[in-house]
């Protein structure tokens, strides 16, 4: 085993490990797609609070049928290329992968199932009668819970930081980073 190789990788979905952001596919179906990409944008830039952001984007959501995230995952996630190699290769050299999202289980843990990683945290849509309610439940897992999961897991694991890779794209992956 190299003993230079990264130990830990903690890593965002929506537009780094995934090629969309799966609130706006989702809102395509609900017809609120604009609102909803407009506030990810800002969020995104650090402008408005994450976890405001997302009860504003996901109040878009309500009433919307819960079959619209299983139709988005099959036909409307595509995996980045280069991800399964880079997970395989970690976990062959005994690293560990932890997806960690500020978007939706729906996603997140059948993604990181099928690419590999060893666990998958993100937030829950909340549903009632097959039907999205709005909301998310709390706690919100957003920069924060990035940052902690990736403390947590070299602390876990009694590795030097340098051994860790933390990969995002938006202002709530920057504690991570």
């Known amino acids: 085993m190299d003993t230079t190789a990264p130990m830990l990788l903690v890593m965002d979905v929506d537009s780094t490990l995934i090629q969309a952001e799966v609130i706006e596919l989702v809102a395509e179906h ?80 059948p993604v990181a199932a099928d690419i590999g990683f060893d666990r998958a945290i993100a ?21 924060a819970t990035k940052e902690e999961t990736l403390r947590a897991g070299i602390a876990e694991r009694g590795i030097d930081p340098a051994l860790s890779l933390a990969v995002g794209d938006g202002a709530n992956d920057l504690a991570m980073i």
């Open 123 to 143: 937030n829950v849509l909340l549903i009632e009668n097959g039907r999205l309610t709005g909301t998310v439940a709390k706690p919100i897992v957003g920069s």
């Open 30 to 109: 609900a017809g609120t797609r604009d609102e909803v990409a407009a506030v990810t944008e800002a969020a995104m830039r650090g402008e408005l609070d994450f976890e405001g952001a997302l009860d504003a984007r996901v109040a878009l959501l309500e009433g919307l049928s819960e079959d619209v995230i299983a139709q988005c995952l099959a036909e409307r996630v595509t995996i980045m290329p280069g991800a399964k190699a880079l997970v395989r290769t970690m976990r062959a050299q005994g690293g560990h992968a932890v997806l960690v999202s500020g978007g939706f289980t729906r996603f997140a843990e």
